[in-house]
């Protein structure tokens, strides 16, 4: 491959990466499969010795021996009243950029999808972006206030709400700085810190249009809507209309089938589909109906892309296509040659997803992936791709189209225009680089 | 008559209102708002000022409240990029001629201030009011953001030192903004009507669009950037952060026994949940100063200290001043003894983060 980067000299604890992909090609003839192998096989030799040597001439000790869970008696229900996850799992789990942030109350953390499958997010594993920390609103003391340019300026209580009739949609919810610290160069390991500011839910609640008839709203003067939250950021966004209009902004209660989580908004949020996450108003305390954009402080100082020539584009809303490989991905070594599923996640917030191409070689060329059902409109659609794996360097990338025509842009394509520094909105290609050793980093390709 | 229809005809008797009442088609469901709820909630300021309330405030008066309520965390001259990025720098006297910032294309300036940004004065005006101090929202008089925004608005040259910025001259201010020609709106990321039709933008079309060739697309793959070493390094063990079972496992990076440390649910990890949720966090790093000092400093002080547990319990709940500095340490009321005291142990015995 042209321009193959030296990767420079790194401390790398695990004892198979002591070793360059020169060695373990030169030392293990058959490559990295009989190393791992080997390596594996050394490790539980350490810890079971004669397990291992039973197995060599019986079989699997796995099978063999049986194991605790198979001859004693098992936890009780309700051990664990709300349900969580595997010990086992206890990797996967929200986590910082360190340094990305000052203080974590004005933070992020990032969704780990190198782990998840399909395309919902666990709620418990939905990123969080706070701008003045979190709160757990007492439901019963929480109010949707509605005024601006309506005949009847309204206030509605938690029970008022859910008591109105319900829509239940699947939309994903992005940040608009989402993969924004990749604009210059690569600077994170994993798609976790590159992509995890996304997130896929099921929300529940009730059209903001149908409060705005209610109130009366003035349609023909009011064209934009303003949503404050009642946290001590007090959050505000300008929103279209045309969009509540069209009945998909709700005012949500709901999320995977339960209440919001309180960092996503508990007990009230605004779901703006296919909008930038810090529209979708967390802890949402009032409507305003307007006849003007507001420029408040998240749509003036910041979530404003800066151009080339200087100036920054504002009410930068859309979230337009994009997808990205979640497994193998950066950060991952796979485990052997042979057969491999290629998975990942396509999403735009103009519409459906239509079709997923992917390229094992640095984008020359590409083959279309399967999209898995549901296929729905500005939710995450799962898609995946038949590999095998034959040992050889590669860079895997993917390319999405949505209903609108638009096709995801390479890193070269977008930077033309808009240059490196935007912060906002980066939906390049992303290219992961498969070592002959198995392991996946991430690159950029132009 | 329940309780709530009887507060909902007080209501409606208070307001007074007489407006058609749409909520026919849902009867039982909301009520109106009365002029005083909507007063106390709706504080936004829009760029033609409608919103702004009447009032006033000079530069000198800013600066005793800034010192007071303010520079803890964004520095004297609101230069400081300890736990926000600079508020003021980067701009020049050309850029109050000209509306546009030459520090974002001549990038003369490492950061990227709130002056150097921002277009329109209102949007401070609502932010201060609706937001700052960032430990105490929305607790500041209108006078006071009045002389706050003078005070800022002095630090980045837009007026002089003996300016009073009131709701009148507000507009006049408007005009001196440094970037206030650097907003632009054609572009297609605007989800409602385009500019032609009353809205924002081009309607909606991308700037840029990839292209759907299949093969042989190119002869050569330019890898352009590549991971740095501190970057992997900087984010712990990967192997942790990745399923033991599957196709694929993490790679093994960054310091082990940290990143290892992390997946413990020991009490450790319990008390920085805690300090977390009690925002503690906000003013005090683990081993660096944000606004009150580092935990690590305040071990170093007192660990020779006897009584060193029961003075810090009895100074975290009560608040207090002058140890440290003449910024204070507001009482924590809302942290029970027991807390209090998990906190403060957890403080003498290295304030680890797991």
């Known amino acids: 491959m042209a321009n193959d980067y030296a990767r420079p000299g790194r401390v790398r604890p695990a004892p198979e990466n002591f070793l360059s992909d020169e060695d373990i090609a030169a030392i293990n003839k058959g490559g990295r499969r009989d190393f791992l192998r080997s390596a594996f096989i050394a490790a539980s030799a350490a810890l079971a010795a004669p397990a291992v040597a039973r197995a060599q001439s019986a079989g699997d000790p796995a099978i063999l021996e049986l194991p605790p869970w198979s001859t004693s008696l098992g936890l009780p229900v309700a051990a664990n009243p709300y349900g969580m996850p595997s010990k086992f799992e206890r990797g996967l789990v929200r986590r910082e950029s360190p340094g990305l942030t000052r203080v974590g109350g004005s933070s992020v953390a990032f969704t780990p999808l190198q782990g998840l499958f399909g395309i919902i997010t666990p709620s418990g594993l939905h990123f969080e972006r706070h701008h003045q920390g979190w709160h757990d609103i007492d439901p019963a003391r929480h109010r949707l206030m509605i005024n601006g340019l309506v005949k009847s300026e309204a206030v509605y209580t938690m029970d008022d709400l859910m008591r109105l009739p319900a829509v239940s949609r699947i939309h994903f919810i992005e940040c608009g700085a989402n993969t924004g610290m990749e604009w210059g160069n690569v600077a994170v390991p994993t798609v976790q810190y590159s992509h995890g500011m996304l997130s896929c839910s099921e929300f529940t609640g009730v059209p903001l249009k149908l409060i705005l008839d209610m109130c009366g709203a003035d349609y023909k003067k009011g064209r934009f809507i303003l949503a404050e939250g009642a946290d001590g950021s007090s959050m505000t966004r300008t929103i279209p209309m045309e969009m509540v209009e069209s009945g998909e902004v709700l005012v949500a209660y709901g999320m995977n089938g339960e209440m919001l989580r309180p960092e996503n908004g508990y007990p009230l949020r605004l779901v703006v589909p296919g909008v930038q996450g810090v529209s979708w108003v967390k802890w949402l305390r009032r409507i305003e109906v307007g006849d003007q954009p507001w420029a408040s402080k998240d749509e003036a100082v910041h979530y404003i892309d800066l151009m080339p020539d200087g100036q920054h584009r504002q009410y930068t809303s859309t979230q337009e296509v994009k997808s990205v490989i979640t497994s193998p991905s950066g950060g991952q070594i796979l485990l052997d040659r042979g057969f491999h599923n290629i998975s990942g996640m396509a999403w735009s917030g103009r519409g459906k997803i239509t079709r997923v191409d992917v390229s094992t070689d640095g984008g020359i060329n590409w083959r279309e992936a399967r999209l898995e059902t549901p296929v729905l409109s500005k939710a995450v659609t799962r898609f995946n791709l038949d590999w095998v794996w034959d040992g050889k360097a590669a860079i895997l990338q993917s390319r999405a189209t949505d209903d609108s025509g638009h096709i995801q842009a390479s890193y070269g394509q977008l930077r033309a225009v808009r240059g490196t520094k935007s912060i906002y909105h980066n939906n390049a290609i992303q290219s992961w680089k498969v070592t002959e050793s198995g392991e996946v980093s991430n690159v950029q390709v132009l | ?354």
């Open chain 2, 1 to 354: 008559m329940s309780r709530f229809y009887k507060t909902l005809m007080t209501i409606l008797l208070v307001s007074g209102a007489s407006a058609a009442f749409a909520f026919d088609r849902y009867p039982g469901l909301g009520r109106l708002a009365t002029p005083a709820e909507v007063t106390a909630w709706d504080i936004d300021v829009r760029p033609d000022f409608t919103g702004l309330p009447q009032g006033s405030g000079n530069v000198d008066d800013g600066m005793v409240l800034w010192e007071a309520k303010c520079a803890s965390c964004h520095g004297i001259f609101g230069e400081s990029n300890e736990v926000f990025t600079p508020l003021v720098g980067g701009t020049r006297a050309s850029d109050i001629e000209s509306g546009h910032v030459a520090a974002l294309i001549d990038n003369s300036f490492p950061q990227r201030s709130t002056f150097m940004k921002v277009a329109t004065v209102s949007t401070l005006f609502d932010y201060i009011k609706r937001a700052m101090p960032w430990t105490e929202p929305k607790s500041l008089s209108d006078d006071d953001v009045y002389a706050l925004l003078a005070y800022l608005l002095n630090l980045a040259e837009v007026v002089p030192a003996d300016f009073v910025l009131t709701h009148e001259n507000i507009a006049d201010v408007q005009a001196r903004m440094p970037n206030r020609n650097g907003m632009t709106t054609d572009h297609g990321m605007w989800p409602g009507a385009s500019a032609a039709n009353g809205g924002i933008g081009n309607g909606g079309k991308p700037d840029v669009n990839g292209d759907a060739c299949m093969s042989n697309c190119k002869t050569e793959v330019l890898v352009a950037s590549a991971l740095p070493d501190y970057a992997q390094d900087a984010h712990g063990n990967l192997a942790e952060q990745n399923r033991p079972v599957g196709p694929v496992r993490g790679v093994s990076s960054g310091d082990q026994a940290e990143a290892g440390a992390s997946v413990d649910h020991s009490g450790a990890t319990a008390v920085v949940a805690l300090v977390n949720a009690k925002g503690c966090m906000a003013c005090h790093g683990l081993a660096n100063k944000i606004v009150g000092p580092g935990y690590n400093e305040v071990l170093a002080k007192y660990k020779d200290r006897a009584d060193a547990e029961a003075y810090l319990i009895g100074k975290v709940t009560s608040g207090g001043q002058g140890v440290w500095g003449a910024v204070p340490m507001p009482p924590q009321g809302h942290l029970s003894d027991d807390e209090a005291r998990r906190i403060v142990q957890w403080v003498l015995s290295g304030a680890q983060a797991q």
